[in-house]
């Protein structure tokens, strides 16, 4: 495995056009995905991760910035290039069922429809078609209608539809969106399967934060920039041998701000508001690391006082900010 990450977006910026109006979507994004890896993104309606799924799968393009999926320049692909590269490399799952599937054939028909549109026909394509109901968990379902399906089998009919030409980028977008969440848990079961057994880079969109428990990584989207991530650790502890018990795996989630390209650091809401956090902050080098301090009070009413001075000293009694704040004082005191 190369070091470079598989997905690379660096400053992204996406600006959407109707008629006189722009809409910034994406506004500096920047993010890296290694590739094999389950990525989920999580972010306010609007923040913009559809438009980022939609660069990421060569349906759109970007303004500005940079982008690359497996080593290739999204930017400067020609308009043949970024639809062959849509059609080999990328799988997509969406939110409607109906989007996915196609009602009236079977399970297994509708997985082995893009390899016959891809001149794939035959023995192989259903063996595999087979194979990959088998990994979503569908074997004994495949020659069910669509119809005769969950609402969630009929999503993970989708997710075997999106692999079946073997993309190296599998994109999903809210694919639990009009799910439960227990049908949800199965799911997101689908995608752990495929993206360990096919090595498929997966990023999976939704609303849902709880998804951290169900991927590698989660990023946060905050007007178009990324603005945190959540990146869930397993620890297995091997009892002693005299308790014969079995391995325990522990879950440990770990919580990180992110800086942007130029160093730009998010803090996120609840803990400004926390802190009295407003529009200027206080950095201070500490032990452990850096504190970021609210500025107190009286610092800001300094502030204040300067301007205020300025405004009624007369030029000839002017020596100079030392003497402002001088005379200030005294004035103060009296
Ligand atoms: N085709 C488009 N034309 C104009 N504006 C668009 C277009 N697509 C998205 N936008 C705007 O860009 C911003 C980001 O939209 P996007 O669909 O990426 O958000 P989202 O995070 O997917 O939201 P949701 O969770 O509601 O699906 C929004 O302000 C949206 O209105
Ligand atoms: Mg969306």
New binding site residues.
Partial sequence: MSEEPFVLCDNLVKI?K?ADLE?V?LQGLDLEVKQGELLGIV??????????LNILGGLDRPSAGRVTVGGRDLLKMSDAALTTYRRTQVGFVWQQGARNVIPYLSSESNVELPMILAGRAGGAARKHAIELLDAVGLADRRHHYLGQLSGGEQQRVAIAVALANAPSLLLAD?PTGELDSATALTIYGAFRELCKRYGVTTLI?S?DPKIARQVDRVVA?RD?KLAGETVRRVQVTQPGDESRGQAIHEEHFEEYAVLDSAGRLQLPKELREQYGIRERARLEPADAGILVKAVEREASHEATVVEEKVEYVKPSERRGLRGLFSRRASKSKS
Avoid: D, N, P, R
């Avoid at 972010?43 to 980022?52: D, E, F, N, V």
């Fill in positions: 959407h109707i809409v979507a972010g306010a309606s609007g923040s913009g991760k559809s438009t980022l809210e969109v609303h989207i178009g």
